[in-house]
């Protein structure tokens, strides 16, 4: 490559990206279905374990937060490796965290190899499966994420049935072995995603690119050449971080000062420079908060059980959660695509509806009322998961879609974590369902006002 010239990625937006998406939504399908399967396990673990509710909960909710929390870890990673590598990896450490966890009779253990080391390796092939999908597509990425991230309900829907008939034949020590398996077919699914291929183009040429693509946004023209040329220049360090031989040899030229500095490289991954952006500062609060929801997926089926419905029943409404998803996050995608309307718009709506819906739940004392409870709660929160990555996108250009979403992940994993164990607290402490439900309406509550300021403030043309 010679001077003047730079390496841009060459977007199939469809073709073999299609393969890709499918790869990402089963794997979206296995890591997401056994996490946010949480609810009937944590009904078993009760059985087995005779520690109080918040000690579990932090079993599943390490599971599931550290799936996200790692983004920063994974995008070190993917400077020196692919995206194929990483998922084939994580899913191989997956198997032998699921493996090894039916060998566990001890809490604190269990901890280690279900919760931490189940959540840090299954969350590098969540990372990599999403990210990839958004760099395969430009045009149509809002459809594309959505139908990946489809995985998560459709993993929901399947496999809360498939554990809650597992733990029924084999209890929890089969069914943590026979989980191992199927997460090993996440290695299969990482071989499909191929890297993709690059082009050398002149400065030049890739400076028309950007003009046609980041100049006009919502409408509204860049003004000035001076942002424009600023656009290009970052432009072309965030797609093409490890692809020159130039920047290749820095880096190994500095790999053992790297080596001593993980945590800077961790922090700088995830570019703390977007949170001087009020906006992007707002959104990452709204993740945060939004996160919670996790309280009616891990308590529903307790509390159906505490009505006198069974755990089958219970396992019933969490899958009802995950159809709904898949419905709602296509919807999400329509909504943007086809009929144009801003996410915020989109997420101010959503966060609204699953605010009201989550404190009627306790109002909802048979199974009927809890399915309709159910469902207007999952459409709502559903549509928001896809409007995670596209934001980034709306609020900056694509240009920050890795470190941009690498950041609204890690702040959703931290509500991941850390709401179950606290809402298992209240609940200890309590003794009382009405109470989660109403203080998880509460915590919604300011999601939706932080959504209006940041409606308000794009309004304003403030960032």
Known sequence: MTKGETKVPIVPDGGYGWIVCIAALLSNCIISGFALSAGVLLVELLKNFNEPVSTISLILS???????????????????????????????????????????????VLILTYGVLGGISLGMCFFAANVIVGHYFDKKRATAVGMAVCGVGLGMFIFNNVTEMLLQHYGLKGTLLLSSGIVLNLVPLGALVRPLKYKTVSECEELQVIELDSVEKDGEHLKGKEKLENANDEHRMELCPDK?????????????SSSKNIMTKCLSSMNLDLLTNTNMLLFCMIVLIWASQHTVIYYLPY?????????????????????????????????????????????????GIATLAVITFPYCTNFWSIIACTVVYSLSV???IPIRLTMVADLFSSKYITSGFSLILFFNGIGYTIFPPIFGKIYDATESFPVLFRVNGAIYFFAEIFTIIIIIRRKMGKK
């Open 62 to 108: 390490l599971r599931t937060g550290l799936n996200l929390c790692v983004g920063p870890f994974v995008t070190i990673l993917l400077k020196r490796f692919t995206h194929r590598k990483i998922i084939i990896v994580g899913g191989l450490i997956g198997f032998i965290s699921h493996f090894s966890s039916t060998y566990v009779n001890r809490v604190d």
């Open 244 to 256: 020159s031989p130039e920047k290749e040899g820095t880096e190994s030229n500095d790999g053992k």
């Open 303 to 351: 509390y159906a059980i505490s009505l006198g419905m069974t755990r089958s029943e219970g396992a019933i409404f969490v899958s009802l959660i995950g159809i709904s998803w898949v419905i709602a996050k296509l919807l999400s995608g329509v909504y943007s695509d086809v009929f144009h309307i801003r996410c915020d718009t989109v997420l101010v709506v959503a966060l």
């Open 382 to 384: 559903g549509t928001v």
